[in-house]
Structure formats: structure tokens, C-alpha cells
């Protein structure tokens, strides 16, 4: 069996979608419950608190200890908590990894107990009093604190974000997706609790099957907990790209760091909801050949002809109209980077590169799409990033057959899309200097 096939996708209740994707090749199976929810700066940091509470322990095994013991007894089955970005969707998403069932002594259902374990998680977690345990409240609003103080410890990943916020300004798109320090802070346990009652209520949820165990176990499952809900799901907009400013806003921020970080925050008015296939595949063909690839234009050309810069790259994010090129400067050097990226911009633009130039980025697409098949996270993500927006599905190999399909003159054309619309340097303070 092979992944060519879509997905089998049924309603379970009013806002909640079932995807089965049956596949035999692999030796484990994944589950997936993805709550989905608007993203807002009021509540931010409590939906990337949110799963990790409930990754905490429920009514049957109320412990971490607990839940590690039955996990265990599920032959060193696995369940994460995590939280990510889609557009200005986030995701909050518990994931149950366990062997198939056809590698179980006796063929024991694991699937169905990983469904039935992940199921009291999501709606009967471990309270006391009626609401969130005090010790799992004050270890998970810790942790969440902590990782939104690291995220400035990468410097790239800051700048590209704080570039994101400034283009996006107004939008869900620049809600940090972990909330700020202080939100997290002032969370409570009744807060929390009040907040997973409205979540499974309101939210648009995902639940996504993978393997080939029972599937219609764990499909009863999920529609048997939301029978008892009375749902009222919250309605996701299409993403519309950043709004057009009408000069390139600029701006420099200051840390101690040695090596300054320049991003260019571009506006794409092409998105996987509001645009063709063919628009997306011709921006993503136009991503890599210009910096999305070691081979690309801004690499051959910034990097190593003109060294201007330490790295050079460029990623598009179909579901905002997002298109950043980020490269690592001298703070000298950020003026004439800056003049050569757009150089190269304009080159592309034009159509003029090579046929090699464009060959060589269009294999790296494909391979890349073809290469999702090989685990089942990678796979998962790409269907829920669908089924999240609304969008009708299509495989891997579809993606790669529409790359495959892209002219020279549509990739040109998206180049001839991009507007600039900020530029973030983010230079070192003179003590780093």
C-alpha cells in the first residue's frame, strides 16, 4: 500500500472532521486531535498552554507517572502535546504514536486503546476541585514561560519574526504563537479550565488516522466525546495577505549580537485559499530558485560571487502571502546586501536564469514534496495544513506533478508579484561591536 490515495474524511459533529489515511508501511501508528482556533493576542498563551495541560494526566491516570505506566503497557506507546502556527490558525494538537496492532501479541487492538487514552485526555483531564491540578498548572505555565524567554536565544528565527510581526501589524499573523511573558504569567487554573471548556466547544478540530489498525474504533471514539458537547464552532476566515503599506517601512533593533541579521518582509498576493494551484506552484517554483536552495540565485550570486553576507534564503508561506529573505550581514555590509538581493529579485522577475537555474529548483521542490510520504508526521502535516484552510485535498505527488507544470514565464511572473514592504535589521549593540 502506498500513500497516493487521499485521505477518507467524514464529519463527526458540528465543526469536527475525521481523516483516515490507511497505510501499511510502517511498523507504528499516529493519531492526531488537532483543536483549532483563532490566533489572538488574548488568547495566545493560554491555547500553547492548553495541550500541555492536558498532555498532564486525565480522570483514569491522573499522574504523569500514571499515564507514562499505561503508555508503557501500550508497548512504549507515546503521547505529545505541541502548538503551532497555520496562517493565523493555531493549532493545538495532542498526537498518540503506539505500534500497530498487527505486531501486538494477539493482534491486541493498541490503536483503538491509544484512541480511547488520547480521547479521556482531550475530555475528562485530571482536575481537582473542578479545575486543573495546582502542580501541573505551575510546572506547565512555567515551562511556557521559559520557552517564550529562549525563543530571542536564536537570533534568525527572532528577526524573521520580528519582521513577520511588523509586516503582518494588526493581523492574527503577528500574535506571537506562545502569547507574551506577562499573559502566560497571569494564566490561573480556572482560567484554563474555563478556556478547555470553550475550546472544545468552539473550536474546529481535525482528527487525523494513520496505519492500518481499526480505524473505525478510533473514529467512534472522538464522535462519541463531542456528542456530549454542545457545539458552536468558531468561523476561520480565509488568510488574506499582509495589507499593501505605501512606503517600505523600515526598522533597526539592537542586541548583543556579533553578526547582524537582515530580513526583507515581502507581500504575496498569492494564498493557498484565495489563489489557483497554479499561482501557489509557480510562487513556490519562484521561492526556491531564487533563495530557497543552495543552488539559488541568492546564494550563487550574494553569497559567494559578491560575499556580502554569511547565509542567504528565501521561504514563502502560501497560507499568509508571506515571502521573507533573510541573510546574515556585516551592519556595513546591510545596505549594498539589501541593493543585491533585490538585484537578484529583479533577475528573476525578468527571466533571467537559466534553464539549469530553473531546473535545478524545480527537482528540489519535487523532491521534497515526494519525500513527505516517507514519515507519517511529515504526511500528517501536510493534510492538516489543508484540512485546517479549507482546502480541497491533494497529495504530495499532485503538488509535485503542478510544480512540474510551472513556465519560466509564470515562475517570472511571480517574481513580478512581490512588493517590499519592511525591512527588519536586527545589529549589535556597541558593546558588541
Known sequence: MTCSSLPCRETLAEGVEFYSL?????????????????????????????????????????????????????????????????????????????????????????????????????????????????????????????????????????????????????????????????????????????FWREALRTARVIVICQGSGDHGAVKEAFRQGFAAIDRVPVSLSPTKPPREQAAVRRVTERLDVNQSKLVMGLRAPVTASLSSPEEVAAMRLMNALLG????????????????????????????????????????????????????????????????????????SVKNQFLSLSDLPSTLESWYLGQAATGLPLSSPEQAAAEIDAVTAEQTAAAARSLTLQTVFLLAGTPSAL
Open 292 to 363: 530557497g536552495t543552495p543552488h539559488s540565485l541568492l546564494f550563487q550570486n550574494v553569497r559567494e560571487k559578491m560575499s556580502l553576507c554569511y547565509y542567504c534564503a528565501s521561504s514563502y508561506d502560501r497560507h499568509k502571502g508571506v515571502f521573507l529573505i533573510d541573510s546574515g550581514v556585516e551592519e556595513t555590509d546591510a545596505a549594498r546586501a539589501e541593493e543585491a538581493v533585490l538585484e537578484q529579485l529583479d533577475r528573476a522577475s525578468r527571466g533571467d536564469f537559466t534553464r539549469d537555474d530553473l531546473e535545478s529548483a524545480r527537482l
Open 22 to 194: 490507511r497505510d501499511d508501511r510502517f511498523k507504528t501508528a499516529r493519531l492526531t486531535a488537532a483543536l483549532l482556533l483563532p490566533m489572538k493576542e488574548q488568547t495566545a498563551a493560554a491555547g500553547a498552554l492548553l495541550p500541555h495541560l492536558l498532555r498532564s494526566g486525565c480522570e483514569d491516570y491522573p499522574t504523569l507517572t500514571a499515564l507514562n505506566g499505561r503508555l508503557g503497557e501500550l508497548y512504549g506507546a507515546r503521547i505529545t502535546a505541541d502548538v503551532s502556527r497555520i496562517g493565523e490558525i493555531q493549532a493545538l494538537t495532542l498526537t498518540a504514536v503506539s505500534l500497530e496492532d498487527r505486531f501486538a501479541f494477539g493482534g491486541e487492538p493498541v490503536t483503538a486503546e491509544c484512541a480511547a487514552l488520547l480521547r479521556s485526555l482531550l475530555f475528562d483531564p485530571s482536575r481537582e476541585n473542578g479545575v486543573f491540578p495546582t502542580s501541573a498548572m505551575e510546572r506547565e505555565r512555567r515551562c511556557l514561560i521559559e520557552r517564550i524567554q529562549a525563543e530571542i536565544n536564536d537570533k534568525r528565527l527572532y528577526a524573521r519574526r520580528r519582521c513577520n510581526q511588523l509586516l503582518c501589524e494588526g493581523d492574527g499573523y503577528a500574535v506571537p504563537l506562545n502569547g507574551t511573558v506577562e499573559e502566560a504569567a497571569a494564566l490561573t487554573a480556572e482560567a484554563m479550565t474555563a
